[in-house]
């Protein structure tokens, strides 16, 4: 028989401490990190209300981040807002410390990081991985 405890912040906390486990294939869940007690959740989206499917793996991506409260958006409007986000981002114009080009950069420079142009950037990345 195998004990399998619960962290102080996980969704089944409030209900018990410990869980009995017998069978060895649910042990295998565990070993992959997943839940056996999770079920698919049919959740309301906050912005559209309409209904979605929270999946069993994303429970498990979810649980995998530390995050503790499940989604309040259906994935359209996920997608929607992530895009939202960032046309609405204010860009800063500055001059690529490499080659001298203007770039823009979607950050404040405060001058004491040099910053580059896209693709300056993205050969001294390649530089810096061979």
């Not at 429970?59 to 259906?74: D, V």
């Not at 770039?103 to 001294?124: I, L």
């Amino acid at each position: 028989m195998v004990y399998y405890a619960y962290p102080k912040n996980s969704r089944f906390s409030s209900f018990w401490q410990y869980s009995q486990i017998e069978d060895s294939g649910v042990l295998g869940i565990y070993a992959r990190g997943g839940d056996p007690y999770m079920q698919d959740q049919t959740l309301t989206c906050r912005d559209c209300g309409k209904q979605f499917v929270w999946t069993v793996g994303e429970q498990e991506f979810y649980q995998q981040k530390g995050f503790t409260n499940p989604p309040s958006r259906c994935p359209d409007c996920r997608k929607l807002k992530k895009q939202q986000m960032r046309t609405d981002r204010k860009m800063y114009t500055v001059k690529c410390a490499n080659c001298g080009n203007d770039a823009q950069v979607p950050f404040e420079p405060k001058g004491d990081r040099p910053v580059y142009c896209n693709d300056c950037f993205r050969q001294m990345k390649q530089q810096n991985m061979a």
